[in-house]
């Protein structure tokens, strides 16, 4: 498979803010000038990112895969979701079925002074139907007439791109390929941590009931640490499930660094008192062990699944937790 053909996959098998941050980082390397645009504090009216002094604007859509949906469904989310982002570039919203102009008041505090929109790219994560353009295409054309234009050219062009015409439009990299291979493969772990069991929660939940009864002034703050923990656990699973199904020797690398995790954690639990109050040491124990490893493969992912090994260790781990002694006598 060639690099531009398994990055055309990689864009396809994103969606949501994992693709859309794809894209802007991939833009970003290859476009001098390249400007993300943040949605806070109050939206990013439409426009993901733009280029070329303001000139050239850049909107993503990357729906969620659900294989239930078909063709045509997706056709019209697509020309929904776009159409709107080009409504409020251009000032307008609907009333009564009527398009109105309206003051987007972002557009001002995005864009340079004096600069217009003379193109805008459209991004999708699916592109395999030619019906989405005549509408978006006809659509756009009513909103410049009925746009007063004050950051969209009324002479502005617009174009549909999908992950094909996206791979295809520069030249790919091993480093975009690496980038892109660590967004599908996380991707794809929180999607099995959705549904991943926890096989033997009973020691984890026991330690975690016991320092309930420890800080009880405490209580809301353990139990979203308690939630935390068995998310990060289910992380750290489906990290080790996807490793053993497509990456066996990076498994047996992780089976290894499990085993001076717990050698390094039941240290530190045992030279404490108080272990329960050694828990963010653990973690960093853990991350210290997994970034040398699969830090450059896999970036902030090893901090969930570090934090995840700690949660697994919480029950594993040979040291019991034991509420202090409220006898003087």
């Not at 990689?10 to 994992?18: C, E, H, I, Q, T």
Request: proline share 4%; charged share 30%.
């Amino acid at each position: 498979m060639s690099l531009i053909q398994e990055y055309a996959e990689s864009l396809a098998a994103l969606a949501g803010n994992d693709f859309e941050s794809e894209v802007c980082a991939r833009l970003q390397s290859v476009i001098l000038g390249f400007q993300t645009v943040p949605a806070k504090p109050q939206g990013d009216a439409g426009l993901d990112g733009f280029s070329h002094d303001g000139e050239r604007g850049y909107c993503c859509y990357g729906p969620e895969h659900d294989e239930f949906k078909t063709n045509k469904q997706r056709e019209n989310a697509i020309i929904e979701k776009f159409k709107s982002d080009l409504r409020r570039l251009c000032e307008l919203e609907f009333a009564k079925k009527k398009l109105v102009c309206i003051e987007c008041p972002e557009m001002a505090t995005i864009l340079p002074d004096g600069r217009k929109l003379k193109h805008i790219s459209l991004l999708l994560n699916w592109f395999e139907s030619h019906r989405v353009l005549n509408p978006i295409f006809t659509a756009f054309a009513e909103y410049r007439v009925t746009s007063i234009c004050r950051y969209v050219d009324v002479d502005a062009s617009v174009v549909v791109l999908g992950p094909k015409e996206l791979a295809n439009q520069y030249a790919v990299d091993e480093s975009t390929i690496i980038r892109a291979r660590q967004r599908v493969f996380a991707r794809r772990v929180q999607q099995i941590a959705r549904t991943v069991a926890i096989e033997n929660p009973k020691d984890f939940e026991s330690k975690m009931a016991i320092l309930r009864e420890i800080r009880p002034d405490q209580l809301a703050a353990v139990e979203s640490l308690t939630e935390q923990f068995r998310h990060y656990w289910r992380m750290s699973l489906a990290f080790e499930r996807e490793l053993d199904e497509t990456l066996p020797t990076l498994h047996r690398t992780l089976e290894e660094n499990r085993k001076r995790i717990l050698t390094r954690v039941s240290q530190l639990m045992l030279s404490s008192r108080e272990p329960w109050n050694e828990l963010g040491k653990a973690s960093d124990i853990a991350q210290d062990f997994l970034e040398r490893d699969f830090g450059k493969l896999y970036g902030s992912l090893v901090q969930d699944v570090s934090s995840g090994e700690i949660a697994r260790l919480i029950g594993e781990c040979p040291v019991g937790w034991e509420k202090p002694s409220t006898d003087h006598g």
